[in-house]
């Protein structure tokens, strides 16, 4: 055979079975039989396209059953489409998605460790498998003319192509019987005519007349008749695939794990007897006393560390908690009898030299409260108990933002000195603390790192009860202060806090959690401040004091640091009722007065203590237009930085003040209006500053705490504690004769600074 027509024989072996069935198909249906030999060949070339229309494309057939597979393909189709789906323009029919898959897998990890066995540690590998498989399909191609097809028909008992033709032929024909009635058996000498005609191929062609083009398709014909097959077996890849193609989203990969260490387990069985639990005993006796014959080396921390541990297992054993309330007595006993003069004085002693000077006070020193854990640590808030009037708080932090570490909070009683009635430690710095006035077991601080807490003194339980997190509103800045409201109309405890990040936040404990709304945000009247992209930043004040009004506890006012105060109200969260330039640096404080609804009291870092009037008398312009700056009743400058300023409960006109060189200053305003009574250093050691000071709510005293961790109480002479006297035979005054008497008092001074158009603040 030549080169060309094997080749051509090769190429269209596949389609032989399809040709030779229409052929037959063409013959049977036409209703007239066609001249054996060439006539078949030239029906297959000539007379298959006229019918080609009628048979469905992609059909080969085959498997045409016993006429029921017949009717249904011989049925038409119907196009049903869901009803949501898109109705799209050719346009974005024909728009096409392109994916392009880069040789680095992006779900590959970068941290893959193998254990070395060499190195005997874990090692990170270099070299990542970038391999990612989109597909994968195994399977088998074979030549039909190559040896391992041939090895495969001989196994699979498949006879070679002639006896294919002649089965192939006879299953044409039983399917075509099987479709039609009409249509008749095809005899066998047709088949053998037709095989005829197909095997000599090449002398068919020559004898028909003018069909040269005829002739080469039967050759082809020919060729493709000659494939081996059969209608049961056939080879395994026959060339007649389809090929397609989808692409896929890929599925982020998600993978955790861990590994952990299985906790050592040690199996232990042993049977008790007397002598077995008296050595042990005896054991444990001899260990404790070589532990106290050991002498502590400095430097080795360690050892101090267990020293420490030993103290503590042997103060919380059980001995001594069955007499801890006992003890408790006996320690202030003691303490009573060490500190016996200072609790005389505290009791008894009144300076007498005040009766020959009118206008100066002194400050008695009484104790001085300190632990050994907070002596690194500044007094950041000092609060008296409201129920038990002997009993203090005092918050310790560090006000130096490059010393940050823990905090702590004291609470130390006047019968015990020596040592606080409850210490809490905390993680953070407290900057400030209040003790509820009605629940005095519940404490609210406020830490550096912006949470709120509160403790409760009852439970014995080591940190607090509630705490705020960055889930549930915690501020970004140091928290300044925190104080305490009466209990909302559910009975739930509520209390308010100020922070750097200008924000006010209301906070309330509901059942066992803690809830926050904001109540206001304190924003600055200049313009936005632009940042690197040139996006307006609203510049935010920061708030650094606060304190509500005594009556109406829906007005409050707020300190800020860039000397501004405002007076705000519960019920407006974003304007300010009022707003004065009240100083030119820093706002540390800002109090009510204990008696005048309309006084209040600020302090600064700019030395100045002054005095105000809420809708005080305002600057204007030659216009009449007010000036946002306005003038206090009464400045007083101190000649050094005011921590701390506070009112006295027992006058309207007394106030304290605590300077950053370690003075105390005392003043009454009914005494002498522009020197103050008592001006005292309170610090032993030089560069001491103090920081807070808090009168006693009953005593004729006051507390104040420096940077360095220690609290000090100081009795006021007669002349810095005048009562009002009373009258002979007259009942005493009650409350509210009283609180009118100390109004009174305070109007009578403020009337020589106000203006005299301007009506009595009283009115």
């Not at 029906?43 to 498997?63: C, L």
């Amino acid at each position: 055979m030549p080169p060309k027509a094997a080749k051509a024989k090769q190429s269209v072996a596949g389609m032989g079975d399809l040709s030779r069935r229409r052929a037959t198909r063409i013959r049977t249906g036409g209703g007239t039989s066609a001249p054996k030999g060439k006539t078949g060949v030239r029906n297959a070339g000539q007379a298959a396209p006229g019918k080609i229309s009628t048979i469905k494309e992609g059909d080969d057939m085959t498997d045409m059953g016993d006429g029921t597979d017949a009717e249904d393909w011989t049925q038409q189709r119907t196009l049903v489409k869901p009803e949501d789906q898109l109705d799209l323009s050719e346009v974005e029919l024909k728009e096409e998605f392109t994916r392009i898959l880069t040789a680095n897998n992006p779900h590959a990890p970068q941290n893959i460790v193998r254990y070395s066995f060499k190195e005997k540690q874990y090692k990170q590998t270099s070299s990542v498998d970038q391999l990612a498989v989109h597909f994968a399909l195994d399977g088998n191609m074979l030549h039909r003319d190559s040896d391992e097809a041939r090895r495969q028909r001989d196994r699979m008992g498949i006879p070679e192509a002639t006896e294919d033709d002649v089965q192939q032929q006879q299953a044409t024909s039983q399917r075509a019987g099987a479709v039609s009635e009409t249509e008749t058996e095809v005899e066998p000498e047709e088949i053998s005519a037709s095989e005829q005609a197909v095997s000599e191929g090449g002398d068919a062609a020559q004898a028909a007349e003018g069909e040269g083009e005829d002739d080469h398709k039967g050759k082809e014909d020919g060729a493709e008749e000659a494939a081996p097959s059969s209608g049961d077996k056939k080879l395994t890849n026959q060339f007649n695939y389809s090929e397609r193609a989808s692409q896929t989203y890929n599925n982020p990969y998600r993978e955790r794990g861990t590994a952990t260490e299985p906790p050592p387990r040690v199996t232990f069985s042993s049977n008790v007897t007397q002598w077995e639990i008296y050595d042990a005993y005896q054991e444990d006796f001899e260990k404790q006393e070589k532990n106290k014959e050991k002498k502590v080396v400095h430097g080795r921390k360690e050892e101090e560390k267990t020293r420490k541990k030993l103290t503590i297992t042997e103060t919380q054993s059980d001995d001594i908690s069955r007499v801890a309330r006992a003890a408790k007595i006996v320690e202030r006993m003691v303490n009573q009898n060490t500190y016996d003069d200072i609790a005389q004085d505290f009791k008894y002693f009144d300076d007498t030299s005040d009766e020959y000077r009118e206008q100066e006070g002194t400050l008695l020193p009484l104790w001085k409260f300190s632990h050994e854990k907070a002596k690194k640590l500044a007094v950041t808030s000092l609060c008296w108990n409201p129920k038990y009037k002997d009993l203090f708080a005092a918050s310790y932090g560090s006000y130096d933002f490059m010393k940050q570490g823990n905090g702590m909070i004291l609470f130390s009683s006047l019968k015990n000195p020596s040592y606080p009635e409850t210490v809490f430690e905390t993680d953070s710095g407290v900057m400030c603390l209040d003790v509820h006035p009605e629940h005095p077991y519940q404490v609210a601080a406020g830490f550096y790192d912006g949470s709120v807490a509160v403790f409760n003194v009852v439970e014995k339980k080591d940190g607090p009860v509630h705490r705020c997190t960055a889930k549930n509103g915690k501020h970004t800045d140091p928290v300044w202060q925190v104080r305490w409201q009466k209990d909302d109309t559910d009975n739930n405890m509520n209390f308010y806090s100020i922070s750097s990040d200008g924000r006010i936040v209301h906070w309330t404990i509901v059942k066992n959690e803690m809830m926050y709304q904001d109540v206001i945000t304190l924003t600055l009247p200049e313009d936005p401040a632009e940042g690197p992209d040139g996006i307006k930043v609203p510049t935010v004040g920061c708030g650094t004091a606060f304190d509500f009004h005594k009556q109406k506890n829906y007005l409050f006012l707020v300190g800020t640091e860039e000397g501004k105060v405002h007076v705000c109200s519960k019920a407006y969260t974003s304007h300010f009722i009022d707003s004065i330039d009240a100083h030119n640096m820093a706002v540390y404080k800002v109090s009510w007065n204990h008696y005048h609804p309309k006084i209040y009291i600020t302090c600064s870092a700019d030395w100045n203590v002054k005095i105000w009037e809420m809708g005080g008398k305002v600057d204007k312009n030659a216009d009449g237009s007010e000036v946002a700056s306005r003038k206090p009743l009464f400045s007083f400058d101190l000649n050094n930085s005011v921590g701390d300023v506070a009112w006295a409960p027992y006058s309207s006109t007394v106030f304290a003040a605590v300077t950053a060189d370690g003075k105390v200053y005392v003043y009454d305003l009914n005494v002498n209006k522009y020197e103050p009574l008592c001006e005292q250093m309170v610090a032993q050691k030089k560069k001491t500053k103090l920081t807070h000071i808090e009168f006693n709510p009953v005593y004729p005293m006051l507390v104040v705490g420096d940077d360095r961790g220690n609290v000090t109480s100081l009795k006021l002479s007669p002349n810095l504690k005048k009562m009002p006297k009373e009258k002979k035979g007259a009942p005493p005054m009650d409350a509210a004769q009283r609180t009118q008497f100390e109004i009174a008092k305070l109007d009578k001074i403020l009337s020589m600074v106000r203006e005299p158009t301007e009506p009595s603040a009283s009115n």
